[in-house]
């Protein structure tokens, strides 16, 4: 049996659910200008609070927008801000890290003590407080949860560049004259592929819960966009009379959280050489 198909046979049934359903999620978020059956903001007054039917799956809210369609839409707003978050931060991660780790001595010793100074304060903390200084919107919290991740690259990637330098084919290569460039691209950079993707997979769920609730004081994506975070704002008023408008996105956003994690200690697993 192929070492890669047994290490994806020893996740539980419940992680491998929770992959698939935040899979599918993230890719009907992705189509949902293809599959939502109306308009996210489109209202209808007459509708309002009603329950699921076969013309609304999951009813309506308190201004008769169909719950399943900002559903979708929510969902695309969340990942696609999510993943713009994570790629600036793996990519200025990446670059400080290996900078640091590639180099060492006094360039090691100003990268990390800068980095340092953001990590002093948890991500979150640190994007709420942008975010407060800034101001809401998509471009702000774009910049306040970038300055709050990537820091953690840049640490990764440093300890996983200097645990790769030691390494037989790098001395190698140093004692034959390759150039910094050409080491760093050819040996140092697909070494570090396996570690930054269980660390993205393990930020999906994090960005998202930050971006909801952020959303959710009012600081991150304002209307008319839809945006999990905020509907569970708009449905705190009704959480008696119609819980279905707190139960979708809270769903929604467990579902994905939970998925993700779930996939970055598989994939751990999985590249784990020590089986």
Known sequence: MPI???HWQKANLISSIAIVLALLNVIASIFAPAIAPYDPAAQDLNLGLSTPTWQ???GTDHLGRDILSRLLWAGQVSITLTAIVLCLSASIGVGIGVCAGYFGGVVDEILMRFVDLFLALPKQILALALVGILG???PNLVL?????WWPTYAR???SQVLCAKSTAFVEAAFALGGSP???IRVHLLPALLGPILVQLSLDVGAAILAIAGLSFLGLGIQPPYPEWGTMLVDARPFMQAAPRLVIAPG???LVTAFGFNALAESLESWLDPRG
Do not use: M, Q
């Open 56 to 58: 609304h799956l999951l």
């Open 181 to 183: 460039l050409y080491i």
């Open 4 to 6: 890669a198909l047994h």
């Open 251 to 253: 769903v929604a956003i």
């Open 136 to 138: 809401s919107g998509f």
């Open 156 to 158: 990764l990637v440093r």
């Open 144 to 148: 306040a949860l970038t300055i709050g």
